[in-house]
């Protein structure tokens, strides 16, 4: 059975500590990862699709990287509108997405 | 502007009611889903449908009915069979990339919260 486990729970930062979420994830012939960022009441908002192990990307202060087993989302110097929980996907066989249950991200000025 | 809409933002539902969500995407999408989200879960597969007119179930499709009589629109009826179905409903949709072998990247609309009274 696929399964995505994201990790801390929750994360409390400083403005400019920077840090890393992870996502671990078990499932046969991994199609894609994704994270999306949700803010409370409102839709997830994509952020970064990525396909094969070793493959990068980066948007503003957000970098996903990806390995076999898991990916990571680090934040460089985090501010506090960063504020929001971060959810981790996978999608294996046909279009179903298994999702994590997210990190709560807090951001203190 | 391009997007998905669902309607409406908050919806109250009596016990035996039936409750039907509104989707509606203007991104040209073949592939239409619903996920429902509780607190401290990840968001969980109600149905999908990838054509018109067919549709599949996903993992907690029990209590729930769909339809997708036009690519654009993909309504969610709760029906009174659904014990616990106080939650967050969020709809997407995806295009359908050829050849299958990369994932479809899954948009998704502002959400419906549900509560029974």
């Known amino acids: 059975e696929d399964q995505v486990t994201q990790s801390p729970e929750a994360l409390r930062l400083q403005e400019g500590e920077s840090s890393s979420l992870n996502c671990s994830y078990t499932v046969s012939g991994l199609r894609g990862l994704f994270w999306y960022r949700q803010d409370p009441g409102k839709g997830p908002e994509f952020l970064f699709t990525l396909y094969s192990a070793g493959e990068e990307k980066e948007k503003e202060r957000l970098k996903a990287t990806l390995t076999k087993k898991e990916s990571f989302l680090h934040i460089t110097a985090p501010k506090p509108e960063d504020s929001a929980t971060y959810l981790c996907?996978?999608?294996?066989?046909?279009?179903?997405?298994?999702f994590g249950a997210g990190t709560i991200l807090r951001v203190k000025s | 502007d391009g997007g998905i809409t669902q309607s409406p933002k908050y919806l109250f539902r009596k016990e035996g009611q039936n409750v039907t969500l509104s989707c509606e995407q203007n991104l040209n999408h073949d592939a239409m889903y619903w996920y429902r989200q509780d607190p401290g879960q990840g968001l969980r597969l109600i149905y999908y449908?990838?054509?018109?007119?067919?549709?599949q179930k996903g993992d907690i499709a029990e209590g729930y009915s769909v339809s997708r009589e036009k690519k654009e629109s993909f309504p969610l009826t709760v029906t009174s069979a659904q014990k616990n179905p106080t939650a967050f409903y969020l709809c997407?949709?995806?295009?359908?990339?050829?050849?299958?072998?990369?994932?479809?990247?899954?948009?998704f609309g502002p959400g419906t919260r549900l509560t029974v009274l």
């Open positions: 996907a996978v999608q294996a066989s046909g279009n179903k997405l298994v």
């Open positions: 997407a949709s995806s295009i359908l990339l050829a050849g299958g072998f990369k994932a479809d990247t899954q948009y």
């Open positions: 449908s990838q054509i018109v007119n067919d549709f």
